[in-house]
């Protein structure tokens, strides 16, 4: 019987086919500090963003066939080494787009409303204030017929395009790799719709958005610096729900205080799980603990295609 380490969780219907399968799965969390003695256990661990999977922790769980991320960025994991030692590494990109997508709206709505502001000061103005707030919160701003820039139109980039497009803003998409025309939208009743995407450069779409999105992996250098923001239209606003680090969190910061941008809205930070006090306490920063993914409905993809993945892997080495 091989033993499965779900480290950082597994949806229920993942963890019963994985039983069903034959599998012993443990969800059952072992901090960091203790994994390379706990993982000589079992056969695969499992992980979300919250435990890395290094070199050193590699080489010390010789036993470990296969490691599953549930998700999409693979940054917590040495992916190149451990493949290189013949484990298999494998992920689930797109069970957790629409989450990811939505998520993006959610900050968008909030910052052209100004909600993150609002829900703090009501509780402890509102029925002292309420004109005055009613006042302060009066010029909000529709999303239909605005340009949003997505830079990375990978899935999660593509699914945030539908989304814009469904609600009749227009697209532009910078990605290294080919950006289609058009996409299908799917909407209610099963209507089907091509919609037209525009490929620009990341300089246009920097120049030209009136808000922008961010849906890219890691970098050494922050894809938004203080030359990129200085290049954007006044009053943009920012979101970005794809990993800490691609925004210069000092640079958006000036940004914000001079007016630049409106509002930004995060999902992710540089220093997690301990993002600095200075974006968690700004008045127009919508805030959110990293959970792109954390929706009922991604996590049973997540778990279903992951489980999948564990199976077919280990049935082959059976073979």
């Known amino acids: 019987m091989f033993r499965i380490l779900a480290n ?28 390379a003695e706990g993982l000589k256990n ?8 919250a435990t890395k999977l290094r070199k050193e922790l590699i080489d010390a769980c010789p036993n470990i066939k296969l490691i599953g991320r549930g998700g999409v960025g693979m940054d917590n994991i040495d992916v190149d080494y451990a493949r290189e030692q013949g484990i298999a590494v494998v992920n689930t990109p797109a069970a957790s787009s629409l989450s990811v997508a939505e998520l993006v709206f959610a900050h968008l709505f909030t ?20 004109n005055d707030l009613k006042k ?13 820039g997505i ?19 227009e697209v532009l998409a910078y990605d290294l790799f080919a950006v289609p025309s058009e996409i ?19 300089e246009q779409l920097i120049r030209e958005s009136d808000f922008i999105s961010l849906h890219v992996p890691f970098a050494e250098k922050p894809v938004l610096g203080k030359e990129e923001f200085a290049q954007m239209k006044n009053g943009v606003g920012v979101v970005n ?33 301990s993002p600095r006090a200075d974006l968690l306490t ?38």
């Open 8 to 35: 950082d969780g597994i949806d229920p219907i993942g963890k019963e086919l994985l039983e069903k399968a034959g599998f012993q799965v443990d969800t059952t969390h072992i901090p960091q500090a203790e994994l």
């Open 42 to 49: 079992y056969d695969g661990i499992t992980v979300r963003s």
């Open 111 to 130: 910052g052209i409303r100004f909600l993150q502001d609002s829900n703090r000061k009501m509780p402890v103005e509102g029925n002292t204030k309420f």
């Open 136 to 148: 302060a919160y009066a010029k909000g701003i529709e999303l239909r017929g605005k340009k949003i």
């Open 151 to 169: 830079i990375g139109f990978g899935r999660i980039g593509r699914e945030t395009a539908k989304v814009a497009l469904g609600l009749g803003m």
């Open 184 to 202: 299908e939208l799917v909407l209610g009743g099963n209507v089907k719709v091509s919609c037209p995407v525009n490929s620009v450069s990341v």
């Open 241 to 273: 729900c794809s990993r800490g680090g691609t925004i210069d969190e000092d640079a958006l910061l000036e940004a914000l205080n001079s007016g630049k941008v409106a509002f930004a809205g995060l999902d992710v930070f540089e220093n997690e799980p």
């Open 282 to 319: 700004h008045p127009k920063i919508s805030l959110t603990p990293h959970i792109g993914a954390s929706t009922n409905e991604a996590q049973e993809r997540i778990g279903t295609e992951l489980a999948n993945l564990i199976i077919d892997y280990f049935n082959n080495l059976k073979a």
